[in-house]
């Protein structure tokens, strides 16, 4: 690590805003010692606001049927191999359920964009819920959909949405998504659901084909200017079925690195090791953790529909039971010295 290098993360480390072109010089010069350095510096700010808690969220699958083609993606429309199902309002109070005796306090629901999900529709589920545990937050991932839903939603009760950016790099998103689909829309969309009173979510895939290290610095400074509450950002990982087939996947070291940054950048942000880290490397969790994450999403899925639920090759957690899948997560992180919470982890200061 040279000296600019050093004074970059310090910068950082006191608060101090970066340029876009100082993020890219800050992930252009990363070797393992800035790697250590920056990890150990998120490690710090994560625990002098959150302590050793490591949320938990439970993730629902509700639908792989999906209407749009994004090309990294493996339930993108045009992919005639995919193995589509969704669950009926029955089936998913009933995973909550299950969630809930196991200790959950979160549950998002996530899907494709698949028009069953009507407003009407998943207020009801939203509604049903929440009234069934009332000291729970339901999260929606469920892509874009216009402000009134988004309005119609909140109102039923839904707390939190997370929507990936993609990337905050309009020719970038273009190279990424089949061109129905725009970047106003998905910022049009951030914009609404913030308007709305959610605690927002964005993020972005990490070696996604064509990211350079230029768009990550964009995705750096979106993300600093932005201030979601929550960033979910994963390795890329090819999917057979998909136009990126034969892309490479993306690496542990950058998404650890760029966790470990936008720890300093936000410190109070909720940001989850994710399942594509965990799938790219059996420790990636637990690394992620370690680099300044604070958030983890076990599989409350049905069994028989999570292999069906494929956005990438080999994901794992699709032959355990939500209980097996929930005390793995929970054994991973005691062994790296941090312990699973179980309360609603709002974002801090979110009115
Ligand atoms: N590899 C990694 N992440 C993916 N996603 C979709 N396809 C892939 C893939 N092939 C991510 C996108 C999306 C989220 C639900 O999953 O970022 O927003
Ligand atoms: Fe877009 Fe799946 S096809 S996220």
Excluded: W
Excluded at 159 to 182: G, I, Q, V
Excluded at 212 to 219: F, I, R
């Amino acid at each position: 690590m040279d000296l600019k290098e050093k004074e970059l993360i310090y910068r950082l480390n006191r608060d101090e805003k970066l340029s876009e072109a100082e993020y890219s010089e800050l992930i252009k010069g990363r070797d393992e010692e800035a790697a250590v350095l920056l990890a150990n510096l998120a490690a710090e700010k994560r625990k002098a606001v959150f302590g050793d808690a490591v949320y938990t969220r439970g993730l629902i699958e509700i639908s792989s049927n999906c209407r749009n083609n994004c090309l990294y993606c493996g339930i993108r429309r045009d992919n005639q191999n995919a193995k589509r199902y969704r669950l009926t309002k029955e089936e998913i109070i009933s995973c909550a359920d299950e969630g809930y005796g196991l200790g959950f306090r979160t549950f998002v629901l996530q899907g494709g964009e698949d028009p069953y999900y009507t407003d009407d529709v998943l207020c009801g589920i939203v509604s049903a819920i929440k009234c069934g545990h009332p000291d729970c937050a339901v999260t929606l991932s469920m892509g874009e959909r216009s402000k009134g839903s988004y309005r119609k939603l909140y109102d039923a009760g839904a707390d939190r949405y997370l929507l990936r950016h993609e990337t905050a790099d309009a020719e970038h998103y273009f190279k990424l998504h089949p061109k129905e689909m725009s970047f106003e829309n998905r910022m049009r969309c951030l914009r609404d659901l913030r308007e709305t009173g959610y605690q927002v979510g964005c993020g972005f895939m990490v070696g996604s084909p064509f990211q350079t290290d230029e768009t990550l610095a964009g995705d750096l400074k979106f993300i600093e200017l932005f201030r979601p509450e929550m960033c979910g950002i994963g390795p890329f990982i090819p999917h057979h079925d998909t136009p990126f087939a034969k892309e490479k996947a993306g690496t542990v070291e950058l998404t650890l690195f760029l966790l470990s940054v936008i720890r300093l950048i936000l410190p109070k942000v909720l940001l989850p090791a994710t399942t594509a880290l965990g799938t790219v490397d059996p420790d990636g969790r637990e690394k992620g953790i370690l680099a300044g994450a604070n958030v983890v999403m076990p599989n409350l899925s049905p069994k028989e529909v999570r292999k069906k639920y494929e956005l990438y090759d080999n994901k794992i957690c699709t032959g355990e039971e939500s209980a097996q899948c929930s005390k793995c997560l929970e054994a991973r992180m005691r062994s790296v010295g941090y312990r699973l919470v179980v309360d609603r982890g709002d974002a801090p200061g979110f009115k």
